[in-house]
C-alpha cells in the first residue's frame, strides 16, 4: 500500500495523508462508519455519500454467518452485494468469537465457536479468516487476532500476544499465498496488542513491523480502560510505527477521543456509537451530547445543531425529532443516524483541514476547551457489551 504523508503538525504528532485502493483514494485521518451486516444502520448508500463518508467497516463475523460464503460468492463479493463503490474495510472476526467466550474453545491455532443467531458450532482460524475475507473482497484485511478483556493480568496478556503474534504470521502467510477473487487489489493490516503493557505493546510492535503489512491496526483498546492509559498506549505505540503506514486505532470512539488520538499520530479510526447512539435518541453536537428524549425538547424549534449542515439539522427541529422517537416513528431514528455520522465525519474532516492548512494546534487546544468532555466510562463500556452480542 502507498501511503502519502502530505503534512504533520509541528507541535503533535498530529498528520495528514492518503492512500490509494482500487475502489479510491481514502484521505487520512478518516472516521469509517461501521457496516456490520453489509450497511450502516438506517442509512443509505447514497446517504453515506452525501455525508462525505470515504470508507466503511464490514464484519467478518456476521457476514460469515449470515448471509453466508455462498451468497457473498454468487454476488461476487461484497461491494457488488450491497453496491458500494468506495473502499471496505473487514475486520478478522476475531473480536467477535473471543468476546464470545463461553461460546467457543481453542484447540491449537482453530476457534470453535457456536453461533449467536442458532448455536450452530463453526471453526475460524487465521487461514480460515483470509479465506472469508477473500470471498467478501474487502480493501483492507485484518489479520485474525485475540483482543484481550481490560482488566487483564501481565500473565494473560503474555500468553495471548504470543498466540496473536503466531496467529498473525499465519494470516500473512494465507495472505501471501492466495489471490484476490474479485479483480481488485487487497492489503492486509496487522493489529498491535498487549493490553495495558508498555513493554508488551512495544514488543507487538517490533514483531509485526519486522514481518512488514501494508497497515497497523492498534487493538485491545477502548475496552473500559481509563482515558488516560489508552492516550498514553496510543501515542507511544505511534511514535515508533512506520511513518510511511497508515495507523488505525480500533473501536474510537467518542468525538473526544477521536480528536485526541488524532492528536497523537492515528490516521483511522472506527466505531458504532453514532449511529447505535442515534437509535436510543442521543445527538451529538458542537455544544456536546444531546438527548432528544427530553422533555424540553417538545417545545423547542431550533435546529438540533445550528453549526451543522446536515438535511437533519437544515430541515427538521428538536421538538421534531423528540415527537418521532417518542412516538417509535423509523424516521426520527434514520434521521439522527444522519446527523451523527455527519457530524462525525465533519469533525475529522476539519480536524485534516486544520493539519493541512497548520493550525492543527489552535484547533485541538480550542476543541478540549470548548467541548463538553464526559468523565465517567459509560458509553465505551456499552459499545463493548453490544459488541458481544451484535450491532
Not at 122 to 146: C, K, N, T, W, Y
Not at 243 to 258: C, F
Request: aromatic content about 10%; proline content about 5%.
Amino acid at each position: 500500500m502507498t501511503f502519502d504523508l502530505l503534512k504533520t503538525s509541528d507541535k503533535y504528532p498530529a498528520r495528514a495523508g492518503r492512500f490509494i485502493t482500487d475502489h479510491g483514494a481514502v484521505e487520512t485521518p478518516v472516521f469509517m462508519p461501521v457496516g456490520t451486516h453489509g450497511t450502516v444502520k438506517a442509512l443509505t448508500n447514497d446517504e453515506l455519500l452525501n455525508a462525505s463518508a470515504q470508507i466503511i467497516l464490514g464484519n467478518t463475523y456476521h457476514l460469515y454467518l449470515r448471509p453466508g460464503l455462498d451468497v457473498m460468492k454468487e454476488a461476487g463479493g461484497l461491494h457488488r452485494f450491497m453496491n458500494w463503490n468506495n473502499p471496505i474495510l473487514t475486520d478478522s472476526g476475531g473480536y467477535q468469537v473471543f468476546s464470545l467466550a463461553h461460546m467457543r474453545k481453542i484447540d491449537g491455532d482453530i476457534t470453535t465457536f457456536r453461533s449467536h443467531i442458532d448455536g450452530s458450532l463453526h471453526e475460524l482460524s487465521p487461514a480460515r479468516s483470509v479465506e472469508i475475507q477473500r470471498i467478501l473482497g474487502s480493501d483492507i484485511m485484518m489479520v485474525f487476532d485475540e483482543c484481550t478483556p481490560y482488566p487483564c493480568d501481565y500473565e494473560y496478556a503474555r500468553v495471548s500476544l504470543n498466540r496473536t503474534h503466531r496467529w498473525e504470521r499465519l494470516s500473512k502467510e494465507a495472505f501471501d499465498h492466495s489471490q484476490s477473487l474479485w479483480g481488485h487489489k487487497q492489503f492486509l493490516f496487522a493489529i498491535i496488542q498487549g493490553s495495558v503493557y508498555e513493554d508488551l505493546r512495544m514488543e507487538s510492535v517490533k514483531v509485526l513491523t519486522d514481518m512488514g503489512f501494508d497497515g497497523y491496526a492498534i487493538g485491545g483498546l477502548a475496552v473500559g480502560e481509563p482515558k488516560d492509559i489508552m492516550y498514553d498506549l496510543t501515542q507511544k505505540v505511534c511514535e515508533v510505527l512506520p511513518v510511511t503506514k497508515p495507523r488505525y486505532l480500533m473501536g474510537v470512539g467518542k468525538p473526544e477521543d477521536i480528536i485526541h488520538s488524532i492528536a497523537r499520530g492515528v490516521d483511522m479510526m472506527d466505531c458504532v456509537l453514532p449511529t447505535r447512539n442515534a437509535r436510543n435518541g442521543t445527538l451529538y453536537t458542537h455544544s456536546g451530547k444531546m438527548n432528544i428524549k427530553k422533555a424540553e425538547f417538545k417545545l423547542d424549534f431550533n435546529s438540533p445543531d445550528p453549526e451543522c449542515s446536515c438535511p437533519t439539522c437544515k430541515n427538521h427541529s428538536r421538538a421534531y425529532l423528540h415527537h418521532l422517537y417518542r412516538e417509535g416513528e423509523i424516521t426520527g431514528l434514520r434521521l439522527n443516524s444522519i446527523h451523527n455520522i455527519t457530524f462525525f465525519l465533519n469533525l475529522v474532516a476539519d480536524a485534516r483541514k486544520a493539519i493541512l492548512e497548520e493550525r492543527f494546534p489552535a484547533f485541538y487546544e480550542d476543541f478540549c476547551r470548548s467541548y463538553p468532555i464526559e468523565k465517567d466510562h459509560s458509553e465505551i463500556n456499552a459499545v463493548h457489551r453490544e459488541r458481544r452480542r451484535k450491532d
